[in-house]
């Protein structure tokens, strides 16, 4: 349990979802460490949680391998059924849900709420996916032989996930695990821990069995821990987000035993606008899919292209909207947009303004940095191709708007990168939408939308952006192996 004090810090209608250990075979685990949790709207420390490092890990895989020999045997309807119970449990929890991740993540309360829907969105669409699972069988070419395939749960998975979305995350990838039967060993980020462990109260509620869910929190040892989650012969999947770099790392290192993975990885979302789009709907869409988490989701518009038709009408339009936004405390009554989640975040988002003004983009508004981790909500004209905010993933609220002239030259500007997560593009020509759609070298499109992402899609990219599929009925056969038996003999 946490202290008081921390307990106190959240301001919870229930305190109890609040934990500051790790959790281990069912059992809350000190560590002989603790590291900080901080506030990014004001820099306060919300708490200290325990440290974790390999041995604990280690622990954590065991507990999870031997819980998996039970788990592995329930049936499809009797994990349904727990799935639901956490699914209500966290419906009726979503207001003390949504303040923790507004507290150690920054984002609003009304973005709070929604990633918990969200998340929890995820338990209930894989709880009924459960009981899906369907094999096949195969028309035999002999008359005594029939050929079956049936669908197996991989073993224990060790999930590693991102702050961005510190509850959503983790239930896209703990969802399906459990669902297909599966165990699994969460390491958390370090900036984000709370709402992991709030999740793991929820599932000790709904009844999930010790051992078939652990929480390894850690600061210092992320590394390690990754590594042993990747090389340990007990894990047979490991599912991450997070940045390219990283998972190229944790993609090395999961060879050696061979353990299928599915890794959602860095994204450079480019969001095309058309002479023919409906401007003010282009609009709605480059705000919801630009400024969502202040700028921090991996599928949002990293590169605007609008073709110089409707170029100074749809600049003038979208910075005037950027410039009614109110930036403060996610908790505070009016505010849009809460702060970065650190210090580092603000400075990449400055370092791309400067630099993109020193190549010839004017700021429309915005454009500056703010006492603390905040940036003022930013929009850009006159952007070059080339400059760095359409080179690297910004991660911060800044629209940069690239003009462009012809449907061929933008689909070459747009695949112009190592990425593939998502893209956008707003038209009201049908067969330009099907012909830009197809031509984008990405695993999402969003044509007329800003908003792609729910628990029945196959969330995933290409290229640097990752492999493997999250949601949708393909989540669930991500944590499956396919058996094929012959019953010969007939």
Request: hydrophobic letters at 40%; one cysteine or more.
């Amino acid at each position: 349990m946490a202290s008081s004090k921390t307990a106190q810090a959240f301001g919870l209608k229930d305190p109890s979802l609040i934990h500051t250990q790790g959790f281990i075979a069912g059992k809350w685990r000190d560590a002989k460490e603790t590291f900080d949790v901080t506030n990014p709207a004001t820099n306060d420390v919300l708490g200290s949680v325990a440290d974790m490092g390999v041995a604990e890990t280690k622990e954590a895989v065991d507990a999870a391998a031997e819980a998996f020999k039970t788990w592995s045997k329930t049936t499809a309807k009797q994990r349904h059924d727990i799935l639901m119970k956490m699914y209500k449990l966290m419906m009726e929890n979503n207001e003390d849900l949504a303040r923790i991740i507004t507290l150690e993540n920054g984002k609003v309360l009304a973005e709070a709420k929604g990633e918990n829907t969200y998340s929890a969105s995820f338990l209930e669409w894989f709880a009924e996916e459960a009981v899906r699972a369907y094999g096949e069988v195969i028309p035999a070419p002999m008359t005594n032989l029939r050929s079956v395939v049936v669908k197996q749960p991989v073993g224990v998975c060790g999930i590693l996930t991102p702050w961005n979305f510190p509850s959503a995350m983790i239930t896209r990838k703990v969802a399906p695990a459990l669902a297909a039967g599966c165990t699994v060993v969460i390491k958390p980020p370090l900036e984000t821990p709370f709402s992991a462990l709030a999740l793991a109260e929820l599932a000790t509620r709904a009844g999930v069995p010790d051992g078939v869910i652990n929480v390894v929190p850690t600061s210092v040892h992320t590394k390690e821990i990754g590594q042993e989650i990747c090389e340990n012969s007990a894990v047979r999947k490991v599912s991450f987000t997070g940045s390219t770099a990283v998972a190229k790392t944790l993609y090395a290192q999961s060879a050696s035993t061979m353990k299928k993975i599915s890794f959602e990885a860095g994204g450079n979302a480019p969001f095309i606008v058309f002479d023919d789009a409906d401007v003010e709907q282009a609009v709605t869409g480059a705000i919801a899919c630009k400024f969502r988490g202040s700028g921090q989701t991996c599928i949002c518009a990293n590169r605007i292209y609008v073709q110089s038709g409707v170029y100074a009408e749809f600049a003038s339009l979208l910075a005037q909207r950027v410039e009614e936004m109110k930036v403060g405390n996610g908790l505070d009554e009016g505010i849009t947009h809460g702060p970065l989640i650190h210090s580092r975040a603000v400075d990449k988002v400055e370092m791309h303004v400067e630099e993109a003004v020193k190549g010839g983009a004017s700021v429309l508004t915005g454009g500056k940095r703010l006492e603390g981790n905040y940036f003022m909500p930013t929009v850009l004209s006159d952007v070059k191709p080339d400059a760095l905010v359409s080179r690297e993933e910004t991660f911060g609220p800044l629209a940069a708007l690239i003009k462009f002239e012809t449907e061929e030259e933008v689909i070459k500007l747009a695949n112009n990168t190592v990425y593939g997560l998502a893209g956008y593009l707003y038209s009201r020509d049908v067969g330009r939408v099907w012909r830009v759609a197809e031509a984008l070298e990405v695993g999402m499109v969003g044509t007329n939308t800003g908003m792609i992402s729910q628990a029945s899609i196959p969330f995933g990219g290409v290229k640097d952006s990752g492999l493997g599929r999250e949601g949708s009925r393909h989540g669930l056969n991500e944590y499956m192996n396919l058996k094929y038996i012959a019953f010969g003999g007939l």
